[in-house]
Nanobody, 121 residues
C-alpha cells in the first residue's frame, strides 16, 4: 500500500519558520483532499489546514495568519510553511489524504507517520 511520508520537522526557536512536506511513498495516479493535522502532548489531534486539487484551502482559525498550505499536483505533494512559530506550536504534525488511486488500487483515509516540531522559547 501507499503511505504518506512527512519531512521537514525538527527544532526551532520561537519566532522562527519551518517548512514541512508530505509526499506519497510510491507513484500514485491521484489523491484528493490533503491536510495537515497536529497533536500536541496531552491534547487531541486537530486540523491545521487542508487543500484540495483545485487549490481550495481551509485553516484552523487560530493559525491562518501564520501558517500557509500549498500543493504541487504534479508530484502529489503538499507543503506547510509555518512562520512566527510559538512554543505552543510544538506537536507532531501529521499528513492526511482522503482518497488516492495507484497501481495498488484505491485507498482511503491515509495517514503519515508524523514529523515532530519543537519550538523552544
Amino acid at each position: 500500500q501507499v503511505q504518506l511520508v512527512e519531512s521537514g520537522g525538527g527544532s526551532v526557536e520561537a519566532g522562527g519558520s519551518m517548512r514541512l512536506s508530505c509526499a506519497p511513498s510510491q507513484n500514485i495516479s491521484s489523491i484528493s483532499l490533503m491536510a495537515w493535522y497536529r497533536q500536541a502532548p496531552g491534547k487531541q489531534r486537530e486540523l491545521v489546514a487542508e487543500i484540495d486539487r483545485d487549490g481550495w484551502t481551509q485553516y484552523a482559525d487560530s493559525l491562518r495568519d501564520r501558517f500557509y498550505i500549498a500543493r504541487d499536483n504534479a508530484i502529489h505533494t503538499i507543503f506547510l510553511r509555518m512562520d512566527s512559530l510559538k512554543p505552543e506550536d510544538t506537536a507532531i504534525y501529521y499528513c492526511h489524504g482522503d482518497a488516492l488511486t495507484s497501481n495498488w488500487g484505491p485507498q482511503k483515509d491515509i495517514w503519515g507517520q508524523g514529523t515532530q516540531v519543537i519550538v523552544s522559547s
